[in-house]
């Protein structure tokens, strides 16, 4: 049986007011800036929060990591340190291997795969959201939808998997580790904020991340060439605290339920729609790359493999979650 520290006590040791005293307030950490989607999206779910709890609940952001780090997020959360918080969901792994399923190149074939998999209630979803809340004391309370996976780079930019080899490449999962090496690169597992440093310094020669943040964190500054592979989806989840989340009344707990499902839906909506635009509104600063029908083949049959290597990993919950996720393709 797992044991976690008290809020108030991982509270006090970090600084910040005991949960006890905020027992109505809902203090949120987040690695992104305020204004970029995900704290767009923190923000909507507080306004329908507040307005419906009339003002009995606040939900109190902390944007830009200036509580915890991305990867601090899932003991965070879990222990009580903070009510709640984002945190990409691969953090999550060392915990649940499943929650990788997403990051497997072109395991979905589809933006309306990727939402068929991963919507609330589905096979996927339920597993996963079951799993983390049983390991990791971190019950789930929205998917944050971040786009989808794009390369980076300067020199010649990049067409087929060959111009991966040999490379330095700036990872920020197990799996993706895994992609690179399949694709005769060399991993480098990098928190998204050292990004843009590490591409000016030239500490790596190519980086994998999403549309937003090549805008939200001006990395079209440092990098000449994007390749839209659109090869795996990019989710972050939204969790709070499982022990203060049991403490609210009933119906504040339905409040904060409803909340969920409905900003989830809107940013899902909204985030493919705002990957095409940065697109567009990157072409007069680098070259865009998109691949032809022709080049997307290679790149599914260079990357085939690592499929077979997560299954070998995570065994039979691995198997599931990839068998869930390409059920999803044919309901």
Do not use: C
Request: glycine share 8%.
């Amino acid at each position: 049986m797992k044991h976690y520290i008290t809020g108030t006590a991982i509270a006090l040791i970090v600084g910040l007011s005991p949960v006890a005293s905020m027992a109505e307030t809902i203090r949120v950490t987040l690695q992104l800036p305020e204004t970029h989607s995900l704290g767009v999206n923190w923000n909507d779910f507080a306004s329908i929060v507040e307005e419906k709890s009339g003002g009995e609940l606040k939900i109190q952001l902390f944007p830009s990591a200036q509580l915890f780090k991305d990867k601090e997020v899932p003991d965070a959360v879990g222990s009580g340190a903070v009510e709640a918080g984002s945190a990409f969901i691969g953090r999550f792994a060392g915990s649940v291997p499943a929650v990788d399923v997403v990051s497997i190149p072109f395991i979905f074939g589809s933006e309306a795969h990727i939402r068929a998999a991963v919507a609330p209630g589905s096979d996927l979803r339920t597993t996963i959201d079951n799993a983390i809340l049983k390991e990791t004391n971190n019950r789930v309370l929205w998917w944050q939808a971040f786009g989808r996976n794009i390369y980076l780079n300067n020199g010649s930019a990049i067409q087929t998997p060959s111009d991966i080899a040999d490379k330095k490449v700036r990872t920020y999962g197990k799996v993706h580790g895994w992609t690179v090496q399949a694709l005769g690169g060399a991993p480098t597992l990098m928190s998204g904020s050292k990004q843009f440093l590490a591409y000016q310094q030239g500490a790596v020669d190519v980086g994998m991340t999403g549309v937003s943040a090549v805008k939200s964190r001006k990395l079209f500054e440092v990098m000449d060439h994007m390749t839209l592979t659109f090869d795996s989806a990019i989710e972050f989840i939204a969790v709070i605290n499982n022990n203060f989340y049991e403490e609210q009344s009933k119906e504040h707990k339905a409040i904060i339920d409803a909340a969920a499902v409905e900003v989830e839906k809107k940013l899902r909506d909204q985030i493919y729609a705002q990957e095409a635009m940065i697109v567009e509104e990157m072409k007069s600063n680098m070259t865009v790359v998109e691949l032809t029908d022709g080049q997307r083949s290679q790149w599914v049959e260079a990357t085939s493999g690592v499929v077979d290597r997560f299954v070998e990993e995570t065994g039979e919950t691995g198997a599931n979650a990839v068998t869930a996720v390409k059920a999803a393709m044919t309901n």
